[in-house]
């Protein structure tokens, strides 16, 4: 506990900017969403014979996996991409059921003796529902938003997967790089603003005033987009990205912070899901850089067949890149291959240095992976293909900053991660031979779009000075300052970037 409160005293600045991003989206979200869902529960009590349906069409779209949503509003035009624009449109998906459901059921469930009672005093429809019904049904109503709030906040730790900030920046990053303290400092104020919540909106069902909980709730909303809103100056910023581990992460600040040695303003985008979510995000234009890997564009962005030279990887890679508006700049230095990683002890027991040595104990090994690798075209299945492996149990898909502390507490024997990975000599760990030389090359190669290079002065400049600058004990030391020791991965970049210029 005095290490997580250590921890967030150091990270205060950056924490509450975190609450902030994280209050403003589910309150913007959940603001919306009332402002949907009240009017068409009131419409459906209307036209009974659409309700069943409307209904069952919001159940319908609570059912979708969150991150699963989030995946498939990034292609869509205007409301896509990146950040909190698709993150906001998810959570008012979310959030539209418990206030439409609310509302719906709230009014219908107003005595009828009251309605009769209204109509025969003359009211009309709209004055009915004003007097009556609405006051009647507020509690209701209002137990609906506090749902969908509650909810909104809980579904926005989420949201730091497609670039939109929040407190689950910290959680994705706590995860990937195996840091609990990372992991609580995203947790615990997420769980806190929720109860707070909760409380603020349930005193409001309690209010007397209907009037003054709507302007309240209202004054919310429009301070909510205010903190949406980029207030920063309007210097023009390239965006750099990186995907969901610890080495992309570590690549995306060293780019970035190359760039601010060069002057250039930067906008930090990490922590992204795989390799396919950053590839659109530059097709959109969300992104203007960031560092991918050889083998993985050839294979599973562009679904072209292994190759296994390197200059021949790179120059088609390269070309498929141009053919749709992106550029590649020089590698950085360093090949990064997928590894399949054993411990020592076991390694020597069984006599395993190579992959193709697990034929003669695959019965026994439980393998574990993160789920990407089971889907790529040169992932899992072409692997076992390729080796003649036939492993007795289904492999245990997890995130990749799970995979070695799974294998150190002995929950997996084999564990599918990357040869540069600063966690494997730092725990012992042996990296099986590809000897059937089954992955294609992976050199670290940054993407970058070509009208951002054209936009940004010295952008391109910048990229290439990093050309041979980092090789593999390099990266992998680097790696191990964040996993092993704990070390913000800025503070890690910014070290060594002075080292190089």
Known sequence: MTDLLAFIAERRDELGRLVVEHLAMSALATLIAAAIGLPLGILLTRR?????????????????????????????PLVGGIGPRPAILALILYAVLPVLRNTYDGIRGVDPALREAAEALGLRPMERLRLIELPLAMPVILGGVRLAAVLSIGTATIAAAVGAGGLGTYVLRGIATVDTRLILAGAIPAAFLAVLVDAAL?????????????????????????????????????????????????????????????????DR???????WLCHRALLAGDLDVYVEYSGTALMDIFKRPK?????????????????????????LGYENNFALVIRKEDASRFSLSRISDLVKVQDRLRLGMFG????RSDGFRGLTAAYGLAFAKPPSEMDLGL?????????????VGSTTDGLIAARGFVVLEDDQRYFPPYDAIPVARRAALAEHAGLAEALQSLAGRIDAPTIQRLNHEVDGRRRDPRDVAAEFVKTLF
Request: net charge positive; glycine share 8%.
């Open 307 to 331: 190759e296994t030279d390197r200059a021949t990887v790179l120059a088609i890679v390269g070309a498929e890149y141009q053919k749709v508006g992106l550029a590649v700049l020089p590698p």
């Open 403 to 415: 995979l070695y502390q799974a294998l150190e507490k002995k929950l997996v024997d084999l564990a």
């Open 269 to 275: 985008r990490f922590n992204l899901g795989g390799a």
């Open 202 to 266: 349930g005193r409001l069902a309690r209010s007397r005033s209907p009037l003054r909980t709507g302007l309240i709730l209202i004054l919310v909303g429009a301070l909510s987009a205010a903190a949406l809103v980029d207030l920063r100056s309007p210097v023009p910023r390239v965006v750099v990205g990186s995907k969901n581990f610890t080495e992309s992460v570590l690549l995306g600040e060293i780019v970035a912070a190359t760039l601010e040695t060069r002057g250039i303003a930067v």
């Open 48 to 76: 009974e014979r659409f309700a069943a349906p409307a209904l069952a069409l919001a159940n319908v779209v609570q059912t979708i996996p969150s991150l699963a949503l989030f995946g498939l509003l990034i292609p869509l």
């Open 372 to 375: 990407e690798f089971l889907e």
